[in-house]
């Protein structure tokens, strides 16, 4: 957990490379709520871009520091966004909202990260 909060911090001034691995394990969405792991992991490179590997692959997203936790953006090309926020505990969610054909589409994934 000291490890986390180390990287959070350092990430107002990047220092070095460095990993977070989040594991999710509850998905809400318009259906309720259901059990479903999913894995993200942020990557912060040397110079503070930040990159998510998740299921599709690798996208560049803005790391944004507050005083209780961090937060990675990742735009959409339709303007919408996925966010996740980690708390400096490890408590994280990560929020998916998607436009396809016209319509939005909304998820949200619980679970941790270290």
């Not at 961090?70 to 996740?84: C, N, Q, R």
């Not at 909304?106 to 270290?114: D, F, K, N, S």
């Amino acid at each position: 957990m000291l490890r986390l909060i180390a990287v959070l911090v350092m990430l107002g001034t990047p220092v070095g490379a460095d990993v977070i691995r989040c594991d999710f394990d509850t998905r809400i969405d318009a259906d309720g709520t259901a059990a479903e792991r999913m894995t993200l992991v942020f990557e912060i490179t040397d110079s503070g871009e930040a990159y998510m590997l998740g299921n599709v692959g690798k996208v560049e997203v803005m790391p944004l520091r507050g005083n209780e936790a961090m937060s990675f953006i990742e735009p959409l090309w339709a303007g919408a966004v996925h966010s996740t926020v980690i708390m400096f505990d490890g408590s994280a969610v990560h929020s998916r909202n998607t436009i396809i054909s016209g319509s939005i589409l909304y998820a949200q994934h619980i679970g941790r990260c270290q």
